[in-house]
């Protein structure tokens, strides 16, 4: 069967992804990851914010790396990440000052606020009639300029370009609602995959320091038109530490050396950003929380080997605020920032674990360190998937379920 793979139901150009496979490194922004299967079909839905220079910059690079036997569709129904959204989005950070976000500056957050006001534009207006997308455009360019005087847009300069860029994206866009419909209508396989951390939703995450948009579950409903009936399997993408890229309340931060040795080990770096990301042991408490919000059928646990060289390993299992135990965080970021965390603290296995494929052939501190996971977790062991390195290609082309991402 055709394999239909969906990507960035939501989100945008903010969230990076470093995929190896088939002998080349690609890093994604605003494309589908599953767009390396030429068997998949890659589709961006309506719940995605479409920054168009960045979506064929990033297009082109891949092109020239040897990605070019793919099969990519855009919902109309996105909206438009325009460069004013990107230069309001550095504007909100300057006067936020030492109470920044640390956004990625790539307009997200203002194309979302033009959304939820009414007054964003999406493909379908593009692709429309061009006046009436003039209209809509020099409306909405009025609207920013009042809002920041300062702000200099060419509107000349930007309609040419969006007429040059409407007949370049046209090939792309249809109803991606109807396409995926039809799809699960004739019982393809449809796979989802999620552009942020489910603490950065906009609703369940360390708010303000999240991102625009419902990166947990529900959003595959509300940015693809997927009815609820039709999710199946749920997995949990989860390393076998945290990490955090920007600013906000972190509780199991490590600000020492060992700190420094999963972001040295780990190669933690933002694929967008650049930027060193932040590291700490794992947050079962938090885990839990993303666990009882999504409802995992089964868990990734990434980098394991990452862990390797350690005596001990931690794992946050509580937390502690004004005398009160919390199995659960707190919904403010600052009383997040305020709390003494509870550890187990585990024995390393201080083993060379890269090439193993089997988990009984794990080190036998390895696989209690995964088991005990499992147990503060409730997430049956039999649905536990394990990857210890990145490249795709060797660690799951003989799984049934996520092999839809390779050849």
């Known amino acids: 069967d055709q394999l239909i793979f969906k990507n960035l139901f939501q989100g945008g150009n903010n969230a990076g992804h470093t995929v190896v496979a088939n002998g080349a490194e690609y890093d994604f922004h605003i494309l ?25 910059e990033e297009l082109a690079k891949n092109e020239a790396k040897g990605l070019n036997d793919y099969r990519l569709f855009i919902s109309n129904r996105a ?9 309001v989005d550095g504007l909100q950070e300057q006067e936020k000052g030492k109470n920044s976000i640390g956004t990625t500056k790539k307009g997200i957050g203002p194309a979302y606020s033009t959304k939820a006001s009414r007054s964003g534009i999406r493909l379908a207006d593009l692709l429309g009639d061009f006046s009436l997308f003039e209209e809509k455009l020099k409306g909405l360019i009025s609207l920013h300029k009042r809002q920041f005087p300062n702000l200099e847009i060419d ?3 930007e309609i040419k370009k969006y007429k040059e860029y409407a007949e370049k994206i046209r090939p792309f866009v249809t109803d991606t609602v109807v396409y995926l419909s039809q799809a699960l209508n004739e019982r393809k396989n449809v796979l989802v995959e999620g552009a942020n951390a489910a603490l950065l939703d906009i609703d369940f995450g360390t708010y303000p320091y999240v991102t625009s948009s419902n990166c947990t579950v529900g959003g595959v409903c509300t940015g693809l038109g997927i ?3 039709s999710i199946g399997e749920v997995y949990g993408v989860v390393k076998a530490y945290c990490t955090r890229v920007g600013d906000g309340p972190f509780p199991t931060e490590l600000k020492n050396n060992l700190g420094e040795i999963l972001q040295t080990r780990g190669h933690e770096i933002g694929v967008t950003t650049k930027r060193k990301r932040r590291c700490g042991w794992l947050d079962i408490v938090l885990l839990r929380y993303s666990n009882m919000i999504n409802g995992y059928t089964g868990i990734a646990l990434t980098k394991l080997d990452i862990l390797d060289t350690f005596e001990e390993i931690q794992i946050s299992i509580a937390y502690k605020l004004n005398g009160k135990r919390m199995l659960f965080p707190p919904a403010s970021a600052e009383e997040l920032g305020r709390v003494d965390v509870e550890y187990l603290t585990l024995p390393g296995w ?18 209690q360190y995964v088991r005990k996971i ?10 536990y998937y394990y990857f210890f390195k990145i490249n795709i290609t060797e660690h799951i082309k ?3 379920i ?6």
């Open 79 to 87: 909206h438009i990440v325009f460069d004013f959204h990107q230069a």
């Open 374 to 383: 499992e147990e503060l977790l409730e997430v049956p062991g039999k649905n």
């Open 227 to 229: 009815p609820v009936r």
């Open 402 to 407: 996520l092999n839809m991402f390779i050849n």
């Open 398 to 400: 003989h799984d049934p």
């Open 350 to 367: 201080k083993e060379c674990t890269e090439n193993v494929r089997k988990f009984t052939d794990l080190p036998e501190n390895a696989q």
């Open 155 to 157: 509107i000349t300069a």
């Open 32 to 56: 589908p990851s599953g767009i390396v299967n030429k068997h998949c079909t890659s589709v961006i839905g309506n719940g995605v914010v479409i920054h168009l220079p960045q979506f064929f």
